[in-house]
């Protein structure tokens, strides 16, 4: 724009025209007045504030997510955990079953009771032995899932309990040739270990994963749910924290799970000779009451009805058999119930190992009057 051009502007139009502004320049002068806006009057460009509306459904949010934790937490221990499996809780220890023998067992025998009353009267109660056929049935249906159970238990903490020491020296000789644990444990899963073997294969899958050899044996414990198998891995554990060498506490739980297991078989070999002696003690007892019953009871009832059909007194006519029968099969198989459990105390220190020889011995006692006396 030249002098004159100027002039002629301010002549004519009284101001001075300003230069056209490019579009650099006014983008540059836009983001300058935008900043101190931003600064000093928080303008547009400032994060505006979450609306109640977005609080709202945020909140809703995070309460879903904590009711599905909540319910979550409720379905893995107690009654949420049955409902949800039930068969799981019931076998995860052999006393669980009881909560569905017991309601079973008292189920038959009221059912058993009504139906026997309905068809025959009262009397059947006093001149049959309907009834004590329906108790004998519950009572085994309340007992023979967990002997069996508890049989299955035992069985598989011996075999367990067996392939403990074997593990850790093998565990022990591998660490001593310079082998680290995470390698000496890999190695050692390839071998034949019984029942054992499973959970020494997933020892090794948890440690190749990178969880610590500490934290691994714990859940190696755990697994394996046994009171030797906790007492040994706390052992192991507690020393390798200290920092003592892995190698001698290896060996030295192999030498006390060895001698644990070797004190248990020999204890339970020392004392099978008194559950024998139950036993027969048992078989003698019903051997004398079927002699008593069959021979002297049977002739004595038979010679004082004669005497009294004849009209002579006699000496054992007002044996009722039948009575006599009936309390000496009770007696039978009441010591047959806790003869059972008395041998289990003696042979295996626990009570419930003894429902399996408390079982058989029932039913045997009620065959024998059932069908022999």
């Not at 300003?18 to 009057?41: Q, Y």
């Not at 509306?53 to 879903?64: G, K, N, P, R, T």
């Not at 749910?225 to 001698?248: C, F, H, M, Q, Y």
């Not at 000779?273 to 078989?283: D, E, N, P, Q």
Request: with cysteine; charged share 20%; glycine share 8%.
């Amino acid at each position: 724009m030249g002098i004159k051009d100027l002039l002629n502007n301010i002549i004519h139009r009284g101001t001075i025209a300003t230069p056209p502004v490019t579009p650099a320049e006014a983008s540059t002068d836009t983001g300058i007045k935008n900043r101190f806006k931003n600064i000093f009057n928080r303008g547009p460009d400032t994060p505006s504030s979450l609306k109640s509306a977005d609080l709202s459904s945020v909140e809703e949010e995070f309460q879903e997510i904590t009711k599905k934790l909540e319910h979550e937490r409720k379905t893995r221990v107690g009654i949420g955990k049955f409902l949800r499996h039930p068969l799981q809780v019931l076998l995860e220890k052999p006393i669980n079953i009881l909560a569905v023998c017991i309601p079973l067992a008292l189920i038959v025998f009221v059912s058993g009771f009504i139906f026997s009353v309905r068809s025959y009267g009262i009397q059947v109660v006093f001149k049959s032995t309907v009834v004590d056929d329906f108790a004998v049935f519950a009572v085994l249906i309340a007992i023979v899932p967990l002997a069996i159970l508890d049989l299955k238990e035992q069985l598989r903490v011996s075999s367990l309990e067996n392939g403990l020491p074997n593990f850790f020296r093998d565990l022990a000789g591998m660490n001593d040739s310079g082998m680290t644990l995470p390698n000496a444990v890999h190695l050692v899963a390839a071998a034949e270990y019984g029942t054992l073997t499973p959970h020494i294969r997933k020892l090794d899958n948890e440690m190749s994963w990178g969880i610590g050899f500490v934290e691994a044996l714990y859940r190696f414990g755990k697994s394996l749910g046994t009171p030797l198998a906790d007492r040994s891995v706390d052992l192991i554990a507690k020393a390798s924290k200290a920092g003592g060498d892995v190698s001698e506490v290896l060996r030295a739980a192999a030498k006390d799970t060895y001698e644990v297991v070797n004190l248990q078989q020999e204890r339970s070999n020392n004392m099978m000779i008194y559950v024998v002696i139950v036993l027969v003690s048992f078989a003698v007892f019903l051997f004398v009451i079927a002699i008593l019953v069959t021979s002297f009871l049977t002739t004595m009832a038979t010679a004082g009805a004669t005497a009294v059909a004849s009209g002579a007194a006699g000496f054992g006519g007002s044996i009722d058999i039948f009575i006599y029968k009936r309390l000496f099969s009770h007696a039978a198989m009441l010591q047959g119930f806790f003869s059972g459990l008395v041998a289990g105390q003696m042979g295996e220190a626990r009570f419930i190992s003894g429902l399996k020889y408390s079982a058989i011995m029932l039913l045997v006692a009620w065959v024998t009057f059932q069908f022999f006396i």
